[in-house]
């Protein structure tokens, strides 16, 4: 049986056309630290009211004229366009959910053991550290802001002042003594 020739030319058309690739979504979500200041909830907030306010808009807006133009296969700016939309509510969802879970790290004045929110100073190796011990989303360990999380921060906390503290990292273990909370 012998093919029309038709067929033939919509075979080869098909087979080099190209189809628009996504990356694959990744459902695993690491859990987010709620512990943050309050400094950094009022710029989460701020972030989200101007996602929310003029990001989105904007973005949507540009979704639309661009659907309006038709042929969505090939219009890779109609694309392009979609991406950033649901880029934008991701964020919002994600700064959201942050926000609402959040705990605002308030430590207390007078305390003897080292808590989230103190800032500790640290004798090891003759050399004087201080570190100011907060939620992973505002570490800056070159500022001396590291998270509860990390190794000395985990090692410090419910520490008092005159305690020694061996930390392990990769290659070996240092000792730290508490010389001051604040």
Known sequence: MQRPMGFLAEKVYYKHMRVPYRKPLSFKQTKQDPYLTEGKFV????????????????AAAEVRRLGEMGDFSENTAYQMAKGR???????????????????????????????????????GAGQQKKYQILG?????????????NSPIGAALLGRRVGETVKIKLASKEIEYKIINIE
């Open 43 to 58: 710029e989460l907030k701020n972030k989200l009211e101007h996602l929310k306010n003029i990001s989105q808009p904007q």
């Open 85 to 123: 939309l649901r880029g934008i509510n991701s964020a919002i969802l994600r700064i959201g959910n942050q926000l609402n879970h959040a705990i605002i790290i308030s430590p207390q004045e007078k305390t003897d053991s080292v808590q989230i929110g103190h800032c500790v100073t640290i004798e």
């Open 136 to 148: 992973s989303t505002e570490t800056n360990p070159g500022g001396g802001i590291i998270s509860h």
